[in-house]
């Protein structure tokens, strides 16, 4: 919600699990700033009715909860990393795609402002006490929990295990490792400036995988 009233196209809506009382807030956010090029990635834990707001969506098995073993058709399926946030699960979906630089922002993974810890354009509300102090990305110390620490660690492990791609943050939050933090205006001078259809490009990308029956899903 925060980057389309921002005027910011949403290529992917990467989720989790969320409540059924979510599907209200996604209808209520796509309403009131329609966004038809965006496609829906969730897990298969999540409420079936997000799909009917989306005109494209992808299903993918989360490992940590079920034997996928048995219940996915192959383990491409399967994202990986994909847990314990939902910012989990968007750095490993970006990833799986293959890109040569993710650019990681707004993930801060704590707080440099216990007083405004959130976003106020986010959609949700996340209640959290941040009684830990890790290093920053961009200062030498914010505030942070166990909860958010977890997240952190993945991703690190996501970033390790992925070799061939460059990452770089832009966060005013935690200091991820593998991840250099940079300034918007550093990565513009560094980034490979090629200019792409990116939503022709995720439209074939969609059409790649396989159909699924989300109904049942």
Not at 4 to 16: M, Q
Not at 188 to 206: D, F, P
Request: glycine content about 6%; aromatic content about 8%.
């Amino acid at each position: 919600s925060s980057l389309l009233k921002a005027g910011i196209r949403v290529d992917y809506l990467i989720l989790l699990e969320r409540g059924l009382n979510n599907y209200e807030n996604y209808r209520d956010t796509l309403t009131s700033h329609p966004s038809p090029e965006t496609i829906l990635v969730c897990s298969t834990t999540c409420a079936p009715k997000l799909h009917t707001l989306f005109e494209k969506s992808i299903v993918y098995y989360r490992p940590a909860l079920m034997p996928t073993t048995l219940f996915s058709p192959s383990i491409d399926h399967v994202l990986h990393y994909e847990g314990p946030q939902t910012t989990n699960a968007g750095l490993a979906w970006v990833v799986s795609l293959g890109y040569e630089n993710i650019v990681i922002a707004g993930v801060d993974l704590g707080t440099a402002n216990q007083d405004a810890p959130r976003s106020k354009g986010a959609l949700g509300i996340s209640p959290r006490d941040f009684d830990v102090e890790v290093k920053g990305n961009k200062r030498d110390l914010v505030f942070s929990n166990r909860v958010l620490i977890d997240a952190k660690r993945v991703k690190e492990i996501c970033i390790r295990n992925s070799q061939n791609t460059n990452f770089f943050n832009l966060s005013d939050g935690a200091y991820i490792e593998g991840a250099k933090p940079i300034d918007y205006k550093d990565y513009r001078l560094i980034a490979r400036h090629k200019r792409k259809n990116i939503s022709e490009e995720n439209v074939c990308l969609y059409k790649s995988f396989p159909n699924a029956d989300i109904t049942s899903a």
